[in-house]
């Protein structure tokens, strides 16, 4: 695990076999007014995806930001991301500090309602690093709180989270490469919800 500053309230979970998260709750004090600031600055959209030969809509708007050179291909297209906005900067260099990941882009979803999801997958790209082993996600989840859920490729019960209100998640290690992570839809009723998750991109 990356050198880390101490924070109050921060929990650390060993998931096994040199996989791990943290949780820091509250890491944006203000998210309802970050949220909002994004959603008067990002373009938005939902992006055409190809999964088992079928092409669909995502069921969440996303926005793609990063350095330049940082792109990134995932469900069969090439993203390159689009410049910085102070929001996403600020945060960037807060989680830089925070981590010891030199996070260089950043993938924002919005889920509009409990219909908006994200299915099962991992973060496991061959260009996502620092290294093979150590792949760094930083979650940030502005908004309502939704169900996050961690399971082990192989099988087994879930890690569950419920995250919003500004609260970070960091998997780093090799969780990318053991474990699947999930927000799946609900029938209750919930508000919006932005998700910033920063990444590693290596250079090409």
């Not at 609900?186 to 990444?199: A, D, F, I």
Request: with cysteine; aromatic share 8%; glycine share 12%.
């Amino acid at each position: 695990m990356p050198t880390t500053r101490a924070q109050p309230g921060a929990y650390e979970g060993d998931l096994g076999g040199g996989c791990w998260a943290r949780l820091v709750p509250g890491f944006v004090s203000s998210h309802e007014q970050v949220m909002q600031t994004l959603l008067g600055t990002l373009p938005l959209r939902q992006e055409p995806i190809t999964m088992f030969g079928k092409t669909h809509l995502t069921p969440r708007l996303t926005s793609w930001h990063g350095d330049p050179g940082c792109g990134y291909r995932y469900s069969g297209r090439g993203f390159e991301p689009l410049p910085w906005v102070p929001a996403l900067a600020e945060i960037r260099d807060r989680l830089r500090e925070t981590t010891g990941y030199a996070f260089n882009s950043v993938l924002a979803n919005f889920y509009r309602d409990g219909t908006d999801a994200m299915g099962a997958h991992a973060d496991d790209e061959r260009e996502l690093g620092p290294a093979r082993d150590d792949i760094g996600i930083a979650s940030v989840s502005l908004g309502a709180r939704r169900r996050f859920l961690l399971r082990r490729k192989t099988g087994g019960d879930a890690v569950e989270y419920a995250l919003g209100a500004g609260d970070l998640l960091v998997m780093g290690g090799r969780t990318q490469s053991e474990f699947k992570h999930w927000v799946p839809r609900t029938k209750k009723p919930v508000g919006p919800r932005m998700n910033l998750t920063y990444r590693v991109i290596l250079p090409r």
